[in-house]
């Protein structure tokens, strides 16, 4: 089946640092999409992506859409303590896996004073 | 804005005993999907339904049997559950199966 590897797995920054984390396929992928996992709560969309090279931003966060399909990062800027979570890419495969969307493992963020 | 609600919030079952997760959107959206997350494996689709009356399997689903006989619910079954199936049980809906999803606050199985 479809595969994604996320990486850092963890991440241990300071406040006002910005983060950097992405996710590599090994097929091609129709949408990506980007969620933050507080702790005891379901997964949260933060951005979606849906055309090759596609750049999109949130407040302080931005995500692009690799040009090959295979990938896609998430940047956060100067990061805030709520920031704390986990990040999880996730994406849409192609036609006859288009409606199964595959996670990654996930970032897990701590951000310190 | 009640979204995705999952119930139970928590559970605890002994080997072999059955059990239903319920889950209910009210957003009027056709597709819903149930994932399970173990720790350090992201989340892996169990089971999705593109409609009401048509359910698939997804990347796990021996175990687990669903039904969608109405577009707000999608109940999960577990007929004999196992301690392999200790874990955490997301529902997720959305207008299609390449929208993105709405995710419930999930539930907490503990199969002893």
């Known amino acids: 089946g479809q595969q994604l590897n996320q990486s850092p797995q963890s991440m241990f920054i300071q406040e006002g640092e910005d983060v950097s984390m992405n996710c590599t396929s090994s097929?091609?992928?129709?949408?990506w999409l980007w969620y933050k996992q507080d702790p005891g709560e379901g997964p949260v969309l933060l951005i979606a992506l849906y055309k090759a090279g596609e750049l999109t931003s949130n407040g302080r966060l931005t995500a692009q859409f690799g040009i090959t399909r295979k990938d896609s990062f998430l940047n956060i800027s100067a990061s805030i303590p709520s920031d704390v979570g986990i990040y999880f890419c996730a994406g849409h495969g192609r036609a006859g896996t288009a409606s199964k969307l595959t996670f990654g493992t996930g970032t897990r963020l701590q951000v310190t004073l | 804005n009640a979204g995705v609600t999952q119930t139970p919030k928590f559970q605890v079952l002994k080997t072999g005993q059955s059990m239903t997760l319920q889950c209910a959107q009210d957003m009027n959206h056709e597709y819903m999907s149930w994932y399970r997350q173990d720790p350090g494996m992201g989340l892996r689709l169990i089971h999705y339904?593109?409609?009401?009356?048509?359910?698939d399997q997804g990347e796990v689903p021996n175990g687990y049997n669903v039904s969608r006989s109405t577009t707000e619910d999608f109940p999960l079954r577990l007929l004999s559950a196992a301690p392999s199936q200790t874990s955490v049980y997301f529902c997720?809906?959305?207008?299609?199966?390449?929208?993105?999803?709405?995710f419930g606050d999930g539930t907490r199985l503990s199969i002893l």
């Open positions: 997720a809906s959305s207008y299609a199966g390449t929208q993105p999803q709405h």
């Open positions: 097929s091609i992928f129709n949408t």
């Open positions: 339904s593109v409609g009401a009356g048509i359910t």
